[in-house]
């Protein structure tokens, strides 16, 4: 279990603003953080002391339901079998922090500063060594929450909700979400990153606490979803999918899109695909500059000594011209790809083997090599120049084309020496900063 009362003091007679009536409740303890003020640790009379498991869930003026939700974690908690704390990270104005400790939940008040910040701030108050997350609205029957644990307990390290493979009550999604946008974006991500998930917007999900920290989450916002989900990805943890039951909201309640506008759904999805794209990276700069690269090297190495026409077509020097391009585009593709492996690789491995093969001494000699080549043939294009009284030779010639081969070369020389650099720049680090005041 673990506890942070060492970072805690308590709040004693300076009650924070709106915390009041929950402050006053019998056997409520309150705490305030000492590396951040603006954060209060409710604890109620009935706190559990040694729990396993850990629900976590961010509320923003849940009143209408937070004291049902409360009720169906504790009825989930005792039908798993498993001793349990319930974490609500609050940032309402209304009843929900006082509502949620009668019903014997801790309550974690912080400033609304977003719902992946919310997860990120409640993670040092987590006490048990599995967390399940969801929504406090009552829409993820936590009732049901059995088949996580288990699953935990079995050594999965992510288990990922699904409301496909379980089941979504009539009207409980807008049939945009549920027949494009999430099938749609879960697609996306499946194909970035080589995953199998059927469900990446599910908001009922498990992981170890270990997990978590490891992860190292940094999404402020509803990203915080996908951003778990691909780092469950990259760090290669033991994953599972569990069926969930997905209601609609209950009678009174607006959802946190509908509250915030008609708008607010796109921008969530924007946000989530702008983390996808981000974390994978590569998937858009690695096979399509090799891909470039290999077409321009198609289109330029044949005509390094001039023309070749085939049938009725003539590919001149502007078609050389072209490969060249298409060479220098592609390997800076690959290249940048290769700079995404070094910020994005969790264990290592990708990061090892771009250094092996572009080992500093190696690859130093061949890009200097390429270098001098390209820059001795140019040489020769700028003689033949000046020999002609500054006049170029004819396109279709030899020397013309062995000159944008040259310039080729050059090209992909330097950009070689520079990624060289790069890449093994990325090792160099520094010991703590001195205070120079």
Same mark, same amino acid.
């Given at each position: 279990?673990?506890?942070?009362?060492?970072?805690?003091? !308590?709040?004693?007679?300076?009650? !924070?603003?709106?915390?009041?009536?929950?402050?006053?409740?019998?056997?409520?303890?309150?705490?305030?953080?000492?590396?951040?003020?603006?954060?209060?640790?409710?604890?109620?009379?009935?706190?559990?002391?040694?729990?396993?498991?850990?629900?976590?869930?961010?509320?923003?003026?849940?009143?209408?339901?937070?004291?049902?939700?409360?009720?169906?974690?504790?009825?989930?908690?005792?039908?798993?079998?498993?001793?349990?704390?319930?974490?609500?990270?609050?940032?309402?104005?209304? *009843?929900?922090?006082?509502?949620?400790?009668?019903?014997?939940?801790?309550?974690?008040?912080?400033?609304?500063?977003?719902?992946?910040?919310?997860?990120?701030?409640?993670? !040092? %108050?987590?006490?048990?060594?599995?967390?399940?997350?969801?929504?406090?609205?009552?829409?993820?029957?936590?009732?049901?929450?059995?088949?996580?644990?288990?699953?935990?307990?079995?050594?999965?390290?992510?288990?990922?909700?699904?409301?496909?493979?379980?089941?979504?009550?009539?009207?409980?999604?807008?049939?945009?979400?549920?027949?494009?946008?999430?099938?749609?974006?879960?697609?996306?991500?499946?194909?970035?990153?080589?995953?199998?998930?059927?469900?990446?917007?599910?908001?009922?999900?498990?992981?170890?606490?270990?997990?978590?920290?490891?992860?190292?989450?940094?999404?402020?916002?509803?990203?915080? *979803?996908?951003?778990?989900?691909?780092?469950?990805?990259?760090?290669?943890?033991?994953?599972?999918?569990?069926?969930?039951?997905?209601?609609?909201?209950?009678?009174? &309640?607006?959802?946190?899109?509908?509250?915030?506008?008609?708008?607010?759904?796109?921008?969530?999805?924007?946000?989530?695909? &702008?983390?996808?794209?981000?974390?994978?990276?590569?998937?858009?700069?690695?096979?399509?500059?090799?891909?470039?690269?290999?077409?321009?090297?198609?289109?330029?190495?044949?005509?390094?000594?001039?023309?070749?026409?085939?049938?009725?077509?003539?590919?001149?020097?502007?078609?050389?011209?072209?490969?060249?391009?298409?060479?220098?585009?592609?390997?800076?593709?690959?290249?940048?790809?290769?700079?995404?492996?070094?910020?994005?690789? %969790?264990?290592?491995?990708?990061?090892?083997?771009?250094?092996?093969?572009?080992?500093?001494?190696?690859?130093?000699?061949?890009?200097?090599?390429?270098?001098?080549?390209?820059?001795?043939?140019?040489?020769?294009?700028?003689?033949?120049?000046?020999?002609?009284? %500054?006049?170029?030779?004819?396109?279709?010639?030899?020397?013309?084309?062995?000159?944008?081969?040259?310039?080729?070369?050059?090209?992909?020389?330097?950009?070689?020496?520079?990624?060289?650099?790069?890449?093994?720049?990325?090792?160099?680090?520094?010991? !703590?900063?001195?205070?120079?005041?």
């Amino acid at each position: 279990m673990v506890e942070v009362l060492d970072s805690l003091t !308590p709040v004693g007679t300076n009650v !924070p603003a709106g915390l009041e009536a929950a402050c006053a409740l019998p056997g409520v303890t309150a705490f305030t953080a000492l590396d951040d003020p603006e954060i209060t640790l409710l604890v109620p009379a009935d706190d559990e002391t040694d729990p396993e498991v850990t629900i976590l869930v961010p509320a923003v003026n849940e009143q209408i339901t937070v004291e049902e939700f409360v009720a169906w974690c504790h009825e989930g908690l005792r039908d798993a079998g498993v001793r349990g704390e319930i974490l609500i990270v609050d940032s309402s104005d209304d *009843a929900t922090p006082q509502l949620a400790l009668q019903g014997g939940a801790r309550v974690l008040h912080t400033p609304r500063r977003g719902l992946g910040r919310a997860y990120i701030d409640a993670v !040092p %108050y987590v006490r048990g060594q599995y967390i399940v997350m969801g929504d406090a609205d009552c829409t993820y029957d936590f009732r049901k929450l059995a088949p996580f644990v288990e699953a935990m307990r079995d050594g999965t390290e992510y288990a990922m909700g699904s409301r496909w493979k379980g089941s979504i009550e009539k009207g409980a999604m807008p049939p945009l979400h549920q027949y494009f946008g999430t099938p749609f974006t879960t697609w996306i991500l499946n194909r970035l990153y080589g995953s199998h998930f059927s469900d990446i917007h599910c908001g009922m999900r498990g992981i170890t606490r270990d997990a978590l920290v490891r992860m190292g989450l940094v999404s402020q916002s509803w990203e915080y *979803a996908s951003e778990m989900v691909l780092k469950s990805v990259r760090m290669e943890l033991r994953t599972t999918e569990v069926p969930v039951t997905f209601l609609k909201d209950q009678e009174g &309640r607006l959802s946190h899109h509908k509250r915030s506008g008609w708008f607010s759904p796109f921008a969530a999805a924007w946000i989530n695909l &702008r983390a996808m794209f981000i974390h994978g990276a590569e998937f858009f700069l690695i096979k399509p500059g090799i891909a470039l690269m290999l077409l321009g090297l198609l289109l330029s190495l044949p005509l390094s000594f001039g023309d070749i026409t085939i049938g009725k077509v003539t590919f001149s020097l502007l078609t050389q011209l072209v490969g060249v391009a298409l060479v220098v585009i592609g390997l800076q593709s690959l290249y940048f790809g290769g700079l995404a492996h070094m910020f994005l690789d %969790y264990g290592g491995r990708l990061r090892g083997r771009w250094r092996r093969v572009f080992e500093y001494t190696r690859m130093m000699v061949i890009s200097g090599i390429l270098f001098a080549v390209g820059l001795v043939l140019d040489i020769v294009l700028l003689v033949t120049f000046i020999s002609q009284d %500054y006049t170029l030779p004819d396109p279709s010639a030899t020397i013309p084309h062995l000159g944008v081969l040259g310039l080729m070369l050059m090209m992909v020389g330097f950009s070689t020496f520079c990624f060289t650099l790069l890449l093994h720049a990325t090792r160099v680090s520094y010991g !703590p900063a001195l205070d120079r005041d």
